[in-house]
């Protein structure tokens, strides 16, 4: 089976993917800052500062997935973070490219993670792929990061690049911050409740890259979010009602959230309410493409 070599495999998307790849029969390798050809999935030197790779990967993958990026709401946006944001997503994309030229290697496509922060705060607008870009800083680093993306055209290789939107795990990422209140009966939406979120299982996530990897006729933007978004307040509600824990539903002001968090208070506040359709016509079909559905599947009681 062909080797998959993933940037950011050991995130919180890279290992379920890798899992999911194995399970398919792929081979699946890894790049890391360390390399140990004895792990679970091999790993291969990357340094990303200094834009150092070792060829090796490149030379042995059929197709290549970069998921790597600093965490968006991990730690304040100070301005050098900010920087590390973007820097970590752009640096890593063309690093990636620079190792292909120098292999003079050219694996059947070439798959990125974007986000759903370049439409910034739209309102109740309905976003797609050809939709103009928003404004803010969230989407500045989409817009510098899709365009390294876009780089890999200029070499011949098929490329997507897929614009995710909340991805809902209990293993990382936002839902598990949500989940964090509910131990002491809170689920909280915040501001006034009615931005449009646009979120994905991560399973479905996970299945979306694999679709797009197996499809050739694919290439191109796509919007990686379920077909049915959900404003804040009605988000919280379902966490509610799916868990097992009950819980009251409590607002959280805007001011408050500007307060402690800063322009980083943006990753909430903002509504973005984004299209699926161009994703679903490739032919994909999702497994989990209702909000209910999908927290009833992650929140269900461990037996």
Known sequence: MPTVLIGGGSGLVGTRLSNLLTERGYTVIHLSRQANQDARFPTFEWDIENQVIDLEAIRQADYVINLAGAGIAD?????????????????????????????QHRPKAFLSSAAIGFYGNRGDELVDENSTAGAGFLTESCL??????????????????????????????????????????????????KQWYSWIHIDDLCALFIHFMEHEETHGTYNGVAPNPSRNKAFAQAIMRAHPKRQLVLPVPAFLLRAVMGEMADTVLYSTKVNSAKTEASGFVFKYPELPDALAHLLAPTK
Request: net charge positive; proline share 3%.
């Open 144 to 193: 510098d990061w899709e365009s390294a993306i876009a780089e890999v055209n200029t070499i011949g290789i098929r490329s997507v690049a897929i614009r995710i939107g909340i991805v809902l795990s209990t293993r990382g990422g936002a839902l598990e911050k949500m989940l964090i209140p509910v131990k002491w009966g809170v689920s909280g939406y915040f501001g006034g409740g």
């Open 75 to 103: 730690r304040p946006w100070t301005e050098l973070r900010k920087q590390l944001i973007t820097n970590s997503r752009v640096d890593t994309t063309r690093l990636l490219i620079k190792g292909l030229k120098e292999a």
